[in-house]
């Protein structure tokens, strides 16, 4: 039971990325998924979570610029990234549980091991 996310990478400020989260076996019927982020010297702060059907959620901080969204078909979920700034460089991890209470304050049960997304200015 793995979280493989991929995507991360070096973009210049203004930018964009995709980043995708390819879960494994049956944590695909975990019911909410999320993404997080954590810059160094920072704490781990919620990007934004996806429950059931269609069930968003976004930190104030990171409504605008964020898109959570599911692809049944793949099995995938993926964070799209607009307007990055330099400030946006931390590594992304991908969390899932079956609540999203639990995704969301940060203590889902599975976690990828994290891309690394760096915006120059």
């Known amino acids: 039971v793995r979280l493989e996310e991929s995507g991360g990478g070096l973009v210049q400020a203004g930018g964009s990325l995709r980043l995708s989260c390819a879960p494994s076996g049956s944590i695909f019927d975990t019911n909410a998924m999320g993404w997080f982020r954590q810059a160094p010297g920072e704490q781990r702060e919620l990007v934004a979570a996806f429950s059931g059907g269609a069930t968003t959620y976004y930190p104030d901080s990171m409504r605008g610029r964020f898109t959570i969204s599911r692809d049944n078909v793949n099995k995938t979920v993926y964070l799209q990234m607009n307007n990055l700034k330099p400030e946006d460089t931390a590594v992304y991890y991908c969390?899932?549980?079956?609540?999203?209470?639990?995704?969301?304050?940060?203590?889902?049960?599975?976690w990828g091991q994290g891309t690394q997304v760096t915006v120059s200015s």
């Open positions: 969390a899932a549980d079956w609540i999203l209470q639990a995704v969301v304050s940060g203590t889902a049960r599975y």
